[in-house]
């Protein structure tokens, strides 16, 4: 029989305790405060309104960082059509430099950091 990768091996304290960790049930007697947690969660409405106010949290704590990571992307996308404008000489160097907010040698920095041809 050939184990997952994602499968802990071995005897050891930490493989063992991995192992109880993927289970839907832990009774084991190595890990006693394991073994309590897992049935106050999985048995009790306390533990149950605990461990949904986690996930909540997690949801809450993905979704912000996700609105985070989506508006970093949109701004750089937005400076390198500027960029773009710029280097095609549509727009002046120091016009771009104001939209963006930045001084001019700022905004030359920044062009040639991501590749830009500099006016």
Do not use: Y
């Not at 960790?21 to 190595?30: H, N």
């Not at 960082?65 to 390198?80: A, D, I, L, P, S």
């Amino acid at each position: 029989m050939t184990k997952s990768l994602s499968e802990p091996a071995g005897d050891d304290h930490v493989s063992v305790f991995m192992r109880c960790m993927k289970q839907s049930a832990v009774e084991d007697f190595r890990f006693p405060q394991l073994t309590r947690r897992m049935s106050e969660i999985k048995d009790t409405e306390g533990g149950l309104s605990a461990m949904c106010k986690s996930i909540e949290e997690l949801v809450l704590k993905g979704f912000a960082e996700g609105r985070q990571e989506g508006w970093q992307e949109g701004w750089q996308e937005g400076e390198n059509v500027v960029f773009s404008l710029i280097a095609d000489g549509d727009i002046s160097l120091e016009r771009g430099a104001e939209k963006l907010g930045l001084a001019p040698e700022q905004m030359r920095t920044a062009m040639a950091e991501r590749g830009f041809a500099l006016p």
